[in-house]
Every structure is written in structure tokens, then in C-alpha cells.
């Protein structure tokens, strides 16, 4: 009877043996996209929200006003990673509204939840995009022309995303430099005028730039002109 049941019992052992390295395999792959999710949060916050054109555009002001180091860089990505929280809060809202509370109630998978959480990243990416570079992607990936905006897969949409922000930035830098610009010309004549060749315009253009600034709430009217073109 023992010889009997030995072989059950070997067979009984094998399969538990067999349960349990399964586990640890699922356990090992879900650990390891997890990381793999980590490790890319900072590209993620960078390309695929509101980051990339706030702090190139607070970066322009700091370049037009010619602070140099002023504000610092501590600041201006601080201040820029609190607008992005600020302007994607409902974006934030929807997704753990639809994904993430879902997924920790085990009301939906894993997939599922991924898939809920990225639908509405995809929709601001869209409303923040241009069709001519989405064009441009499309075109690229020698993909069929898309019938609706469902069809355009992600790793297309975020290029294109990610240079219409680098456009929109670098317009309203543009716009920001135009008034300083005009200050150091004036300046710059000015000197030209009186002899003073030999004086930096930047030395006595830089008080002026500052004071204009002030003057007219510059930080005030910065932040409200980012927030406001992402509606």
C-alpha cells in the first residue's frame, strides 16, 4: 500500500511544485512591468502632458528677460510641474475615476484598466495636436489613412503631439521676446547716440526689462496665457 501510494503522493507534490513556480513567474512579470512603468513616469509626465510647452515657455521668459539663472532652475521646473497638475487635473480625475478605481476594487483587469487609463490621455493629446503632424506620422508609418481619430495608434500620436507642444512653445516664446527685444534696441541706440559704445546694453536695458515686467503682472499674465491654450 505505501508502494502505492507513493506515486500519488510524488505526483501530489509535483503539482503543488508546479502551482507555485507559476505564481512566482506571474508575480516575477508583474513586478518587472512595474518597473518598466517607473522607470518611464518621467517621459511619460514630460511628452505626453502639458510640461513641454509650459517649461519651454517659462524658460523663454527667464531667456527674454536676461536673468540668466534667475529664476532658477528649481523654480521653473517646480512651477512648471505644478501648472501640468493644474491642467491635467481632469484629465487625472477621469482616469482614476474610469481605471484606477476599477482596477483596485478587481471590478476590471489589468488590461482593461490600461486601456481606460489611456483613452483619455489620447483625447487631450488630440485636442492639443495638428493634423498636419499627424499627417506627418502617419505618412511616416506607411500606415493606411486613418477614418477617425480611434484608428491612429499611440506610438504615432505621441511624436506628433510632442512636436505640435515644441511649435505652439517656441510661437509664444516669440511673443514674449518681441516686447524685451524692442527695449534692448532702443537701449542700444540709444547708447549708440550719446557715445557710449563701449558701455553693454544689457547692463542698462536689463533694470527696464524688469521694470516693464512688473509693471504689467508678467508672471500673471505668462501663467494665465499657458493654462488658457490648453482649453
Known sequence: ??????PALAASLTLDLGNTAGEQTTASIQILLLLT???????I?????SFTRIIIVLSFVRNALGTQQLPPNQVIIGLSLFLTFFVMQPTWNEINTQALQPYINQQITQTEALNKAEAPLRTFMFKQTREKDLELFVGMAKMERPKT??????YVLIP?????????AFQMGFAIFIPFMVIDMIV??????????????????LPFKLLLFVLVDGWNLVVQSLVTSFH
Do not use: N, R, W
Open 1 to 6: 500500500m505505501l508502494q502505492q501510494a507513493s
Open 160 to 168: 506628433a503631439f510632442v512636436i505640435s507642444e515644441l511649435k505652439t
Open 149 to 154: 481619430y480611434s484608428d491612429i495608434p499611440t
Open 37 to 43: 512603468v517607473l522607470s518611464l513616469a518621467p517621459a
Open 45 to 49: 509626465l514630460v511628452l505626453m502632458t
Open 188 to 205: 542700444a541706440s540709444t547708447l549708440m547716440s550719446m557715445g557710449m559704445m563701449m558701455l553693454p546694453p544689457m547692463m542698462i536695458s
